[in-house]
Nanobody
Framework: QLQFVESGGGLVQPGGSLRLSCVAS????????IGWFRQAPGKEREGVSC???????TYADSVTGRFTISRENVQNTVYLQMNSLKPEDTAVYYC???????????????????????WGQGTQVTVSS
């Protein structure tokens, strides 16, 4: 069973940066499409950025040019580099994954949360002065 532990969240001022990490255990991430998602208070979970098993990336319009998703397969870790943070980026951030045999990349490239099966516990990001 694939499991995740996210870290790297915290309090940052507007314009600042954070790097989130998501360490996977139980399975190799080589055969999973992965993504970062967030949920703000009173809002539904939304996709932030997703990456195929072949490293094709998609980004939500609201974070394009500011966030970068990456993975280190040897470390079985997914990262989200967040720059130029804004107060509206405040949310709990989750990593998620779906096995390549469960869904092709075109099926999950939209980064819709309901297309992803495995989830971490989340890490809080607060952007405030």
């Amino acid at each position: 069973q694939l499991q995740f532990v996210e870290s790297g969240g915290g309090l940052v001022q507007p314009g600042g940066s954070l790097r989130l990490s998501c360490v996977a255990s139980g399975r190799s991430l080589d055969y999973y499409h992965i993504g970062w998602f967030r949920q703000a208070p009173g809002k539904e979970r939304e996709g932030v950025s997703c990456m195929s098993s072949g490293d094709t990336r998609t980004y939500a319009d609201s974070v394009t040019g500011r966030f970068t998703i990456s993975r280190e397969n040897v470390q079985n870790t997914v990262y989200l580099q967040m720059n130029s943070l804004k107060p509206e980026d405040t949310a709990v951030y989750y990593c998620g994954a779906v096995h390549v045999t469960a869904a092709s990349w075109p099926m999950v490239a939209s980064c819709a949360p309901n297309k992803y099966d495995f989830w971490g516990q989340g890490t809080q990001v607060t952007v405030s002065s």
